[in-house]
């Protein structure tokens, strides 16, 4: 029965907000702001013109414009965006918000208002305007100016942390009866099933979608994305975050992959209209005797929203190394208060733990910060001009020396910065991937067993299953052969006491993790079954069909991380012969007081350890020359060996074999060119594209025979376009791979000789 006056309302709606959006367009007013007067308009409280009748369902299709507008911001973001943007981005971006929350908090307390209102009024006004600043920017012909760039930087990064935000807003407002350890714990869990939920994501959907676009028009493109958002946000709220979250995180993901332009075009349309109903609702929630009793707050609150986020961004900026110009200009760009400041005060009212009197405030606020925007920018050159005017001569010149061009962020050991990133990203996504199945194990898994067998077998099959998914994660999260690692150990003694307590952490980790399940059924006595609990999975995790489950996972992974950047790079430069750069070779002879004098190249293991190989020797004793030299080979005094291998594998093993280079290391590409030795002892590269009829084709490295038969080695490959340098020897090779295979000129032309079309 609802029916037609739905339709009522959506026609005065859309007809309305069409009308203005021609006007606004005119006047170069924030189309933003004319859908908000509109909503004002057509409000129950300003019956003069032709009014709205049902409101809820109008809330609904509001709620409906927020998933979707959370979807297309998702789409506008992935992964690699926030290494594009630097540190400077995320600095700002960080100390601006973080700084504006707690002003907007003291503020609020200030003039009485209760703390969750505080909380939420410091939200609202710490997000800025992405869509006014961009305008802004256009409008004044900015947008090739160096700190636009970074404002826009800053502004990518405040969208990811405004959603972010959202969720902790939401699980703290629920949060508030629980004890603070119990909402710590339930929010670390949900930040685990967060990252699960990613690595999912991330792992199947460009699959899926590689496999169905071809074949889908642009109607159901709409359907099946829109589908997937909606999914998500549903996922999202039963798993206990915001529905909010889970449209960024589809629109995220789908931005990761090589269709994310035809989604967003096919689903602009629909985002456009829902986005205008969400803007008019929050007009129609404008009350306009709230306004008018409040003027004088809303004013303050404009004016310190203002203030505040010009001193801390500015203040970011400079802690992140930029200008003083730049960092005051950055400053005024970033006023207006954001779209999403409408969203968490929405969130706060659903909540019920924000008055709902404080809407028309912050959106009468918000409307004051936009209008006063472009003029912010344009005075911003006359603020610069009297600060370099009348700031002190010292201040000045420490400005100067701290954010001059030539000031760049060394640290004292890159290595030690480079391993610490490694360590905590490994330690975050296996830890929390080992950590979501045993507390998946003992909490769904173990009930679902157990309503067909019996305790003690529901109980073991659930622990063995924990234990296997442990076992393929374990060797990635230890990672002990890394390059950083490893040069870091032979650099100095020094370092080595500190890297043994970050693999102990490491195995407390994963003794805390194997742990739960014992704990959980059968009690702490049973601890005693810990060590060879810990010794099998270790066992069973060095297996080739562990070993080979976890490398076929990573390689989709990692490709379908990497997507766009591959897709965007061939279609700009065509298919790239990377391998030439990034694999480089070495030649040394053999000193005479070696330690690892007369050991086999087997005993050694120089491949498996550093991830280095011995492509070329000539031995001293004899004179001759092999090439690809088999395991039983021995080292002596004097023998010259060719070896390659990355450049950070190479430099950390000149310092394993206590040589000290004579000459750069050469990619292979330069080696190649310079190398005009015997031809029968010379080494060749070949480019093979696997056709599927090879004989080790389907089969991982290790058992395809290519070194044992054809004496060549695989040096690199692609899968759909994705580099992988020195792969590991479990990779399983299939039809349309890539490789790259280093041997004599006779043994890889045999090799090629096998495929049908050699690249």
């Given amino acids: 029965m609802h029916i037609p006056s739905l339709l009522s309302d959506l026609a005065i709606m859309l007809l309305s907000a069409g009308v203005v959006s021609i006007i606004f367009k005119k006047l170069k007013l924030p189309v933003i702001i004319g859908y908000i007067a509109v909503g004002f308009l057509i409000s129950p409280y300003f019956p003069m013109f032709l009014n709205v009748e049902d409101t809820s369902s109008i809330n609904t299709w509001s709620e409906i414009g927020v998933i979707i507008i959370l979807f297309h911001i998702g789409l506008e973001f992935d992964f690699h965006q926030l290494v594009k943007i630097g540190s400077t981005a995320i600095i700002t971006a960080l100390v601006k918000m973080s700084g504006v929350m707690i002003v907007g908090y003291l503020f ?12 939420f009024l410091g939200a609202m006004i710490s997000i800025s305007s992405t869509v006014v600043i961009k305008r802004s920017f256009d409008e004044l012909g900015l947008r090739k100016e160096k700190y636009t760039s970074l404002v826009m930087g800053t502004l990518i990064m405040e969208d990811v942390l405004g959603v972010f935000m959202i969720v902790v807003l939401s699980t703290f407002s629920v949060g508030q009866k629980v004890s603070g350890g119990e909402f710590a714990g339930n929010l670390a869990l949900m930040g685990c099933y967060l990252i699960i939920w990613l690595i999912l994501g991330i792992f199947l959907l460009p699959t899926v979608l590689n496999k169905i676009m071809n074949i889908m028009n642009d109607e159901m493109v709409t359907v099946l994305s829109l589908g997937i958002c909606f999914g998500m946000a549903l996922i999202a709220r039963r798993i206990g975050f915001s529905v909010e979250l889970g449209a960024f995180l589809a629109g995220s993901l789908f931005a990761g992959t090589r269709h994310a332009a035809r989604v967003e075009r096919t689903t602009r349309g629909v985002k456009d209209m829902f986005g205008a109903i969400f803007f008019l609702s929050v007009g129609m929630m404008v009350d306009p005797h709230v306004i008018a009793s409040n003027w004088v707050s809303i004013i303050i609150i404009a004016v310190v929203a203002v203030g505040a986020k010009l001193v801390f961004a500015m203040a970011g900026m400079i802690l992140s190394g930029q200008s003083l110009t730049t960092a005051v200009k950055s400053g005024f760009s970033l006023a207006p208060i954001g779209e999403f400041s409408f969203i968490i005060a929405s969130l706060g009212i659903s909540l019920g733990v924000m008055d709902s009197y404080l809407y028309p ?24 001009d009297y600060l370099e005017k009348h700031l002190p001569e010292k201040l000045k010149d420490k400005l100067r020396q701290y954010t001059s061009n030539d000031h760049i962020e060394e640290e004292q050991n890159q290595d030690w910065v480079i391993h610490i990133k490694g360590f905590f990203s490994r330690l975050i996504v296996y830890g929390v991937i080992m950590l979501v199945a045993a507390v998946s194990g003992v909490r769904f898994l173990a009930p679902v067993l157990g309503r ?20 393929i994660f374990l060797k990635p999260f230890m990672n002990l052969h890394n390059t950083s ?69 990573e390689t989709r992974f990692l490709r379908n991380l990497n997507e766009k950047t591959i897709h965007k790079e061939e279609a700009e430069h065509g298919k790239q012969e990377w391998l030439d750069e990034d694999i480089s070779i070495i030649s040394f002879f053999v000193p005479l007081d070696a330690p690892y004098i007369g050991k086999s190249l087997s005993e050694l293991h120089w491949g498996k350890n550093h991830n280095v190989y011995v492509v070329k020797m000539h031995l001293n004793r004899t004179g001759k020359y092999l090439l690809l030299p088999g395991g039983r080979t021995h080292v002596h005094a004097g023998d010259k060996i060719y070896a390659v291998g ?5 430099q950390n093993y000149y310092k394993l074999i206590g040589v000290k280079p004579k000459r750069a290391i050469r990619t292979l590409e330069e080696f190649m060119e310079t190398d005009y030795g015997d031809t029968d002892h010379a080494l060749a590269c070949g480019v093979i594209r696997l056709t599927g009829d090879e004989p080790y084709s389907g089969k991982p490295i290790i058992s395809s025979k290519i070194l044992d038969r054809w004496h060549c080695v695989v040096l690199g490959l692609q899968k759909d376009g994705y580099p992988i340098m020195m792969p590991d020897p479990h990779l399983i090779l299939r039809k349309g791979d890539v490789i790259w295979v280093m041997g004599s000129n006779n043994n890889v032309g045999r090799l090629e000789a096998l495929s049908i079309t050699p690249e």
Avoid: E
């Fill in 108 to 119: 609020g307390s200030l003039i009485g208002l209760s703390t969750m209102n505080s909380i």
């Fill in 485 to 553: 690692f490893t040069h870091l150990w032979l650099t100095s003694k020094a370092n080595r006491p500190p890297l043994v307590v970050l693999v102990t952490v490491k195995v407390i980790v994963v003794i805390a993790i194997a742990m739960i399940p014992i704990i959980k059924f059968y009690g702490v006595h049973w601890l005693i079954t810990l060590v060879p609990i810990l010794a099998a999975i270790i066992v069973v995790g060095k297996t080739d069909i562990v070993s080979m489950s976890y490398i076929q996972m």
């Fill in 361 to 384: 405030i912050i959106v009468a606020a918000s409307i004051i910060t936009i209008l006063c925007t472009p003029s912010l920018i344009r005075h911003s050159n006359g603020v610069c």
């Fill in 452 to 471: 067909w067998l019996p305790s003690m077998g529901s109980d073991a099959l659930t622990c063995l299953i924990i234990y296997m998914v442990m076992a």
């Fill in 646 to 650: 990355d450049k950070k594998s190479l």
